[in-house]
């Protein structure tokens, strides 16, 4: 029989009673993995009720004794690293190594979690004015809520749920629909390091779930990564209901390269952040803008390299590109091509006939190359989301700033040269939050934010580093005189 996700409520794992069920799909093979349950209204009510009641307790736990819970979350995870990596696989579709990279990087952000007691501390003054002195203090919210995506589904749980709970709130989980195995094992493993019951809840579904979350009235912030429209909902939707939001949205990054770089390890580097999870990433990078004499070679060697990629199942060794999420994703990315070649882009490598011959049912698109493409495109103006790389022409660095600048989006850009002139001249332009200067997927490290601008981001304070910490308390200013 096919296996249900559970809800995961007061520390243990339930059976959801909900009518409404969706399939959860291998998209390496297509076959069923599991039932999904969206969640009934009185199962998040639960989920929120027992995370209400555990803050009651989880508020007043010395902030010590709190980090001593992420240490022990964090060994559990590096005990676990492998079974995560391989849920990761399973339904998500991304290799082994990436999904051991996606691991890393929750544990990463357990790390920086375990450091509470430093990261949030106060501040004081004495004699603030004559025998006057002021204190600043931290203070968890309460109940917070994160509804996450499902091309990082152990990463971006773990941006929000370490510092939420080493702050000393309380957390509900909506995973997403299409990557949620790992998230319930999160929680199993979160509950045996010694929080109080109902410290970490999980409950599984789509909008209908998410909107009943922030309608919620005990519930007082919501983070949400996911699409651009979807972060942008959530912002509003939350926002109109008084809680704090934290929106982090799509992108469309763009990877400028200058005829003075070395073309060597930038087409490796292009092509691993184009096409590396299968182009499901936020910070890949999807369009190239070539300056100058380097168009020529760059699209020749890009073009044999993507071609060099091996398709298949992320389980085995020999595979560098996944399949991508569902059915879906593939036609949205199959019309993006077809679309792109209305549109007279130069389709250098087209990746829709590429098959892997023993998974006739999996959702594989081939890594796809444009050139000459034109920044009204929508092959180079929207996120596509897939292997689908496109290449513009321009002349100088200033027409690439304008040409990149000039979009909605700004979560990341990357710059290919050995001028530090020209890094210097693009990280003052450049409008975007997240920059790699001959490095194609920059990701910053937990310590610092993850920090989209424009279009991709919506809210104040963005996940990871001191502004996630900042976002999951509020001040207390006590101003004192005594005799
Ligand atoms: P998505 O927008 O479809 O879903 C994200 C989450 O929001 C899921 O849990 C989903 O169930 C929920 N959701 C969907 N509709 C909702 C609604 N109306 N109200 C509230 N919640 C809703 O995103 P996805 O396809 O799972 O993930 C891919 C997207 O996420 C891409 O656009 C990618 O760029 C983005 N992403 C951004 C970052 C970042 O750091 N900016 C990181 C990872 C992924």
Redesign the pocket.
Known sequence: MTPTCKNFIAGEARDSQSAEWLDVTNPATGEVLARLPLATSAEVDDAVASARQAFAVWAETPVVDRARVLFRFKQQLEDKRQELAELIVRDNGKTLTEAHGDVQRGIEAVEFATGIPSHSMGMVIEDAAHGVDSELFRQPLGVVAG??????PVM?PL?MIPVAVACGNTFVL??????PLAAVRLAELFAACGAPQGVLNVVH???G???R??AHPHVLAVS????????K??YT?AAANGKRVQA????KNALIVLPDADLKSTVESIVSSAFGCAG?????GSNVVAVGSVAEPLVRDLTAAASSLKLGSGLDPATRMGPV?SPQ?KDRVLSYIHEGVRAGAKLARDGRQDRVRELPNGYFVGPTVFDEARPDMAIARD?I?GPVLTVLRVRDLDEALDMVNASPFG?SASLYTTSGGAARTFRRRIEAGMLGINVGVPAPMAFFP?S?WKG??FGDLH?QGKEVIEFYTRRKVVTSRWA
Not at 224 to 231: D, E, I, R, T
Not at 248 to 251: C, E, I, M, V, Y
Not at 280 to 284: G, K, S, T, Y
């Open positions: 509804f996450t995506p499902f091309n990082f971006v941006w909506k995973p997403s629909e299409r990557a579904g789509t909008r779930v998410a909107e979350i922030m949400v990564v996911g699409s651009s429209p979807v972060a909902h959530v939707t982090l949205g799509g992108a499901q990433r936020c910070l890949a999420i994703a996120e989301f979560n993850f989209g991709s981001f996940a």
